[in-house]
């Protein structure tokens, strides 16, 4: 059972390069998610996809983008990258709608110089 | 807003208990409880309704304080594999379906 798949894992970036983080999940929901992870800041929401088609912003979305590519994809662009992203970057999914958990892939650790 | 966990850590011997608060300025909905060791992705814990009952996971369980809006995990007779960091992560009325997590309390359980 794979769950959520991100990658790449780790990935180093020179400042002004571009990336696409990439997520897949294999549990048919309806609902994904990408969030930073910064120590001593919890997780934070960059964008969501409540369902196929739909993007929302979260609390932190400047300097990114996403596409929900279909109902298993949905990746997150770092159009121009800055040391400020530097980050952890976990994507997960839900079920649609109110109280549903959600499951988190293991994540992409990026540095960027 | 973020909401406010704490402690921010806490040392514990194998065998005994502690409590993790998780309060918001916000009326809440729903509170999610996640572990997360060292290294690996968050795991969902159980979810705390509104007006819901206390859940509970193995030894750990959790309640929901409506009138102070805040929720509490109960490490209970803990164990070695209960180390890690907890998070909650509050969902609101005005936002359903996402998430807004805390700073996280950090759990070394030690023999």
């Known amino acids: 059972n794979a769950g959520v798949t991100q990658t790449p894992k780790f990935q180093v970036l020179k400042t002004g390069q571009s990336m696409t983080l990439q997520c897949a999940q294999d549990m048919n929901h309806n609902s994904m998610y990408w969030y930073r992870q910064d120590p001593g800041m919890g997780l934070r929401l960059i964008y969501y996809s409540a369902s196929e088609g739909t993007t929302d912003k979260g609390e932190v979305p400047n300097g990114y983008n996403v596409s929900r590519l279909n109902k298993r994809e949905f990746s997150l662009r770092l159009e121009s990258a800055a040391p400020s992203q530097t980050s952890v970057y976990f994507c997960a999914s839900s079920r649609q709608g109110v109280n549903q958990p959600q499951h988190f892939g293991d994540g992409t650790r990026l540095s960027i110089l | 807003q973020q909401p406010v966990q704490s402690p921010q850590a806490v040392i514990l011997r194998e065998g005994e208990d502690a409590v993790i608060n998780c309060s918001s300025s916000k009326a809440l909905y729903s509170v999610h409880w996640y572990r997360q060791k060292h290294g690996e992705a968050p795991v969902f814990l159980m979810i705390?309704?509104?007006?819901?009952e206390q859940k509970g996971h193995d030894k750990i369980s959790a309640s929901f304080n409506e009138k102070k809006q805040q929720s509490s995990l109960y490490l209970t007779a803990s164990q070695l594999s209960y180390s890690g960091t907890y998070f909650c992560?509050?969902?609101?009325?005005?936002?359903?379906?996402?998430?807004?997590f805390g700073a996280g309390t950090q759990v070394v359980v030690t023999p």
């Open positions: 705390l309704l509104k007006g819901g």
């Open positions: 992560g509050t969902e609101h009325a005005d936002s359903w379906g996402k998430l807004q």
